[in-house]
């Protein structure tokens, strides 16, 4: 999968939460299989991509960005509202 | 009528009677715009921004770290400079001080009248002034302080507390085992179709809120020689946010789904990484806590039991191990080390080591709907 620029600063953002190099995140990673991403790391990652996307996520649409895919689609949304 | 504006300290949650001044972001003197942020204060569960309600110039009150009373004058806001009033000296006659200050002073031989504080004298005040004892006189430990940071409103809560515990309580432990592993598949499902971020620590306050309905000695208070049971099962649940240990509560835990306890807890900690504060309700009222620490490393933990509780539960992480299934082949399952510590003045052995089977048996054997 070609990244693209909402999805090259998802790993950015997601490899200084988890911890680990960005392109070792995969377009399968989700919440509870990918390794440090739990409930707490979840809740981290959300707040960091608030401040990097600079929008606020509610709380449902927190508890359904589970994967590395539907983040990128939901900030591609963000990014594509905000031309 | 007054030339000057007198701003007061601010309450911020509704049991609070004094604040303490974290900063100032208008240094003294200096010119404000309507709407700017002048001053942060914080109580034991939140802090909040100090706005000036008007254009003009500031003149503090009172100083940073300083604890204020609620309503008294934290500052003053005038259209000049001249304006301004002099700081007020609150100092009275006499010295103000809370009572437990009082105490805690008259323990440690410290003359409240040497303290020269401005305001009410607290317990903090006493600390500190015990602190700096201990730094003046000579030690026979030959390290030197590099530091010395102050407790934030909140950790001192947390050190009144656990010093409570350790003088009132007579804590005994038990530490076991519970296999977890259908009961982490469950709950990954159900984050991906219940839209809740459900995990094991909300599991096992479901749990353990359930088990709670038939033990009820666990929940309940020692009141001289009376055990008062609690009316509710309100669990507390630790999180340990920014450096600060907050006990979140789920009230009526017992009436609550798995996944609804996951909403409830997630929100709460999402309020606290946001600086929000949370509610008297959220933080209110426990009778029995959980206590979570996930570390690799960390097989059991042994937690201290809050005062006016009877137990506390905590796990550690889930570790891997082998075991033979039905067959007799060997397999490898994730279990959980499980703790609980309680008060050995009302609570006997037995009746807490049933308590803890009762919970590894439900855990073990969770299936999601139940």
Same mark, same amino acid.
């Given at each position: 999968?070609?990244?693209? +620029?909402?999805?090259?600063?998802?790993?950015?953002?997601?490899?200084?939460?988890? *911890?680990?190099?960005?392109?070792?995140?995969?377009?399968?990673?989700?919440?509870? *299989?990918?390794?440090?991403?739990?409930?707490?790391?979840?809740?981290?990652?959300?707040?960091?991509? +608030?401040?990097?996307?600079?929008?606020?996520?509610?709380?449902?649409?927190?508890?359904?960005?589970?994967?590395?895919?539907?983040?990128?689609?939901?900030?591609?949304?963000?990014?594509?509202?905000?031309? | =009528?007054? /030339?000057?504006?007198?701003?007061?300290?601010?309450?911020? #949650?509704?049991?609070?009677?004094?604040?303490?001044?974290?900063?100032?972001?208008?240094?003294?003197?200096?010119?404000?715009?309507?709407?700017?942020?002048?001053?942060?204060?914080?109580?034991?569960?939140?802090?909040?921004?100090?706005?000036?309600?008007?254009?003009?110039?500031?003149?503090?009150?009172?100083?940073?770290?300083?604890?204020?009373?609620?309503?008294?004058?934290?500052?003053?806001?005038?259209?000049?400079?001249?304006?301004?009033?002099?700081?007020?000296?609150? $100092?009275?006659?006499?010295?103000?001080? %809370?009572?437990?200050?009082?105490?805690?002073?008259?323990?440690?031989? $410290?003359?409240?009248?040497?303290?020269?504080?401005?305001?009410?004298?607290?317990?903090?005040?006493?600390?500190?002034?015990?602190?700096?004892?201990?730094?003046?006189?000579?030690?026979?430990?030959?390290?030197?302080?590099?530091?010395?940071?102050?407790?934030?409103?909140?950790?001192?809560?947390?050190?009144?507390?656990?010093?409570?515990?350790?003088?009132? =309580?007579?804590?005994?432990?038990?530490?076991?085992?519970?296999?977890?592993?259908?009961?982490?598949?469950?709950?990954?499902?159900?984050?991906?179709?219940?839209?809740?971020?459900?995990?094991?620590?909300?599991?096992?306050?479901?749990?353990?809120?359930?088990?709670?309905?038939?033990?009820?000695?666990?929940?309940?208070?020692?009141?001289?020689?009376?055990?008062?049971?609690?009316?509710? $099962? #309100?669990?507390?649940?630790?999180?340990?946010?920014?450096?600060?240990?907050?006990? $979140?509560?789920?009230?009526?835990?017992?009436?609550?789904?798995?996944?609804?306890?996951?909403?409830?807890? %997630?929100?709460?900690?999402?309020?606290?990484?946001?600086?929000?504060?949370?509610?008297?309700?959220?933080?209110?009222?426990? %009778?029995?806590?959980?206590?979570?620490?996930?570390?690799?490393?960390?097989?059991?933990?042994?937690?201290?039991?809050?005062?006016?509780?009877?137990?506390?539960?905590?796990?550690?992480?889930?570790?891997?191990?082998?075991?033979?299934?039905?067959?007799?082949?060997?397999?490898?399952?994730?279990?959980?080390?499980?703790?609980?510590?309680?008060?050995?003045?009302?609570?006997?052995? #037995?009746?807490?080591? %049933?308590?803890?089977? /009762?919970?590894?048996?439900?855990?073990?054997?969770?299936?999601?709907?139940?």
């Amino acid at each position: 999968v070609q990244d693209n +620029e909402t999805s090259l600063r998802l790993r950015h953002v997601m490899g200084a939460v988890f *911890k680990c190099a960005p392109d070792t995140i995969t377009p399968q990673a989700q919440l509870h *299989k990918f390794p440090r991403w739990d409930s707490l790391a979840h809740i981290q990652l959300v707040l960091a991509l +608030e401040t990097e996307f600079g929008t606020r996520i509610r709380d449902a649409d927190m508890v359904r960005l589970i994967t590395f895919e539907k983040l990128t689609a939901h900030f591609s949304n963000v990014a594509e509202s905000k031309r | =009528m007054s /030339a000057y504006v007198t701003l007061q300290v601010p309450q911020i #949650n509704a049991n609070d009677v004094e604040v303490r001044i974290v900063e100032w972001r208008v240094d003294d003197g200096h010119k404000v715009a309507q709407g700017e942020v002048i001053a942060v204060v914080e109580s034991s569960k939140a802090s909040t921004d100090v706005e000036a309600p008007s254009a003009g110039f500031i003149r503090h009150n009172a100083a940073a770290g300083e604890d204020a009373k609620v309503g008294a004058a934290l500052a003053f806001l005038a259209q000049t400079v001249e304006a301004l009033p002099r700081r007020q000296a609150a $100092i009275a006659d006499s010295v103000k001080a %809370t009572a437990k200050a009082r105490e805690l002073a008259q323990a440690h031989h $410290i003359d409240l009248a040497t303290l020269n504080k401005t305001g009410i004298v607290t317990e903090s005040d006493i600390y500190q002034a015990i602190a700096q004892r201990q730094a003046a006189a000579p030690s026979a430990n030959a390290a030197v302080t590099a530091a010395r940071v102050p407790l934030s409103a909140i950790q001192i809560s947390v050190r009144r507390a656990v010093e409570q515990s350790s003088r009132e =309580m007579a804590p005994a432990y038990l530490l076991g085992a519970a296999d977890v592993t259908d009961a982490l598949q469950q709950l990954e499902a159900m984050t991906e179709q219940d839209g809740a971020l459900v995990t094991l620590t909300d599991l096992l306050i479901h749990v353990v809120a359930r088990a709670l309905l038939e033990f009820p000695r666990l929940n309940a208070r020692l009141v001289g020689d009376q055990i008062e049971q609690y009316g509710s $099962i #309100n669990i507390g649940v630790t999180a340990e946010v920014g450096g600060d240990l907050y006990a $979140i509560v789920i009230a009526d835990a017992d009436k609550l789904t798995v996944a609804q306890i996951a909403e409830k807890r %997630t929100g709460y900690v999402m309020q606290l990484f946001r600086r929000q504060g949370l509610s008297n309700e959220a933080l209110r009222g426990g %009778t029995f806590t959980v206590t979570v620490l996930q570390q690799p490393a960390v097989l059991h933990q042994v937690p201290i039991v809050f005062p006016e509780q009877a137990a506390i539960f905590g796990i550690g992480a889930v570790q891997e191990a082998l075991s033979r299934d039905a067959a007799g082949q060997i397999v490898t399952r994730k279990t959980l080390g499980l703790t609980i510590s309680y008060d050995h003045r009302f609570v006997n052995g #037995n009746y807490a080591a %049933t308590f803890l089977q /009762a919970v590894a048996t439900t855990l073990a054997g969770f299936r999601a709907g139940h």
